[in-house]
């Protein structure tokens, strides 16, 4: 996959394309990529790049014109161009699994106040939200897209530690234990050192379930659930109700 990563500030992404897993990703030659600086596109005096909103409003905001020219030069339009904005549609992980599927891949980076509307109705094929907060930087958002995508190109992660994790399955993650067994008096769970891999997968079924009751109960409700699971799930609100 060929990211094209499109900001006033690329220096703060820097860091995460050169470290670890995604170092070695590049590496490989699983993904490249491309920094590129909005600002490099102004072609005006004094590198100015965003202006007042027409109408009034408080705020900056990103004119067309270099913006188009940082776009045209990742191949845009074409490749699907993704706008990173709390303004956006919710990303989670099968956006994420969409989206690992590109073999070219532009994300844009506005400031908090936004872009020129017609950039947008132009070349952005998606507008993608992290989550009902707001960030600053429109990098940071960036990066973690960046990160749910780029791990689920085949090879850059093996397969086994991609299928049992959160969300995979719409269920959160069973809790994990390493040695020692006993950790300042606190024992692991027996079933884990029995050996007894049916109990143990129907063990760590049950945890995933208990998690995402008490966590994420959105994630069940959206679910078709079959007579068994719904009985299981009663059982864990029956047993939280008696502690
Ligand atoms: Cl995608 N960008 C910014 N700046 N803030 C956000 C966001 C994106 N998603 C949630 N908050």
């Not at 705020?59 to 993704?82: I, K, N, Q, T, Y």
Request: hydrophobic letters at 40%; charged letters at 25%.
């Amino acid at each position: 996959m060929k990211l094209s990563v499109l900001s006033l500030f690329p220096g703060i992404m820097r860091g995460f394309f050169e470290s670890s897993i995604m170092a070695r990703a590049v590496q490989r030659g699983l993904v490249s990529y491309d920094l590129v600086d909005i600002r490099d596109f102004a072609n005006n005096k004094h590198n100015k790049v965003d202006d007042e909103l027409f109408g009034g409003g408080p705020g900056m905001l990103m004119m067309p014109g270099a913006l188009s020219l940082a776009l045209e030069a990742s191949g845009a339009p074409g490749p699907r161009v993704v706008y990173v904005t709390p303004g956006g549609r919710l990303f989670n992980q099968a956006y994420a699994r969409d989206l690992a599927k590109e073999e070219n891949l532009v994300l844009l980076c506005g400031r908090y106040e936004g872009i020129d509307q017609r950039i947008i109705d132009k070349y952005v094929t998606d507008e993608v939200s992290i989550g009902d907060y707001v960030l600053s930087s429109g990098e940071v958002a960036a990066l973690a897209i960046v990160d749910a995508i780029y791990r689920l190109i085949p090879g850059v992660i093996t397969g086994e530690s991609l299928d049992e994790e959160s969300f995979e399955g719409g269920l959160l993650e069973y809790p994990q234990y390493t040695r020692p067994a006993v950790y300042d008096t606190l024992r692991v769970p027996e079933v884990l050192v029995s050996g007894h891999h049916a109990n143990i997968e129907a063990w760590r079924y049950r945890k995933r379930l208990e998690k995402t009751l008490l966590y994420r109960p959105d994630l069940l409700s959206g679910k078709g659930l079959d007579d068994q699971l719904r009985q299981l799930v009663q059982e864990i609100l029956d047993q939280r109700g008696e502690e």
